[in-house]
């Protein structure tokens, strides 16, 4: 009786509206005519964050801003635009921050400057041991 | 000595390992997203009216019309009703509001227009969030403010509470 009821429950509950309920741009779930520039714009989507489940790429999000992400990258790979012409406009739109891809910036020095400083400094270590066992 | 002190450095990568997540739990990192397009022109665009009979809006209605207050709104936004009152408000402070109406059914505009208030002079549908990307917005309700020159001066992210009117009011004077 009490499973029965828990599933009515579940079954009658409505899912909480966030969206708009609108029909979803044209190029959010379709994929480009042309396989070449369809590949490009797939790449690009794969390397632009979601901008309501953050985590995500546009690629992976089923939010409707990400699907209008996903149109407007579409459309504008297919009309001429490159790759990285589209990145430059969100990123001029939403920052650094929506690309995955990060550029080298001091913001960003860091990041990429950290890994062959932490290869530099394994090698040091490893280098020191070696020393020391031929020692022995 | 010397070894202690090498004995004790994973203790001590540990501490600030320690440290590093204290310190990002007790201070989160703020989720919103500011545009970047704060102290640039508004960018070209041009909106079909959101409701049948009242005046569209496009980006040249923004320029060199004063300080405007551009509210980026839907009708399925359950915060939007929130800070209806305050928009209101503001309209009745002589404040001139223009309205950009996401995703949004022309029916479903003008029912929550006459139920919450209308407090726009224009009000643009952004059928696919379009115009939304343009302007460096990512979600409804947003608030932009326009100066005379068609700069955009401030953003605000999130509902307007009337905690947030004497910095839309000191904003706005500013844009001026």
């Not at chain 1, 979601?50 to 089923?62: E, K, N």
Request: charged content about 20%; some cysteine; proline content about 8%.
């Amino acid at each position: 009786m009490r499973v029965w009821l828990a599933s009515l429950t579940l079954a009658l509950a409505s899912p909480a509206l966030a969206d708009s309920a609108q029909p979803a741009s044209p190029y959010a779930y379709q994929q480009l005519e042309d396989p070449r520039q369809e590949a490009q714009a797939k790449a690009l989507m794969a390397e632009l964050r979601c901008l309501v489940c953050q985590g995500q790429s546009i690629a992976d999000s089923d939010a409707e801003l990400a699907g209008d992400m996903r149109s407007l990258v579409r459309e504008r790979i297919k009309a001429g635009e490159s790759p990285e012409q589209v990145r430059s406009w969100l990123i001029s739109r939403y920052g650094e921050w929506v690309s995955y891809k990060p550029g080298l910036s001091p913001e960003t020095l860091f990041l990429w400057v950290a890994p062959l400083l932490l290869v530099l400094a394994g090698g040091m270590l490893a280098a020191g041991q070696f020393k020391r066992r031929r020692r022995s | 000595m010397n070894r202690r002190l090498w004995l004790a450095l994973p203790l001590i990568v540990f501490a600030l390992f320690v440290l590093a997540v204290g310190w990002r739990l007790s201070d989160p990192p703020d989720p919103t997203v500011k545009s970047r397009l704060v102290g640039q022109p508004v960018p070209q665009f041009t909106l079909p009216p959101a409701i049948p009979g009242k005046a569209p809006l496009s980006s040249a209605d923004l320029a060199g019309k004063g300080p405007r207050l551009v509210n980026l709104f839907a009708s399925w936004c359950v915060p939007c009703i929130g800070e209806a009152p305050v928009l209101m408000q503001l309209r009745r402070q002589g404040v001139q509001i223009d309205g950009i109406a996401i995703r949004d059914a022309p029916a479903d505009v003008a029912e929550f227009l006459s139920r919450h208030g209308d407090p726009f002079v224009r009000v643009g549908g952004d059928m696919r969030s379009q115009v939304q990307m343009a302007l460096g917005s990512s979600g409804v309700p947003e608030s932009f403010i326009i100066d005379g020159s068609g700069v955009i001066r401030y953003q605000h992210v999130g509902p307007l509470t009337d905690a947030d009117l004497p910095t839309i009011l000191t904003e706005l004077e500013k844009a001026r």
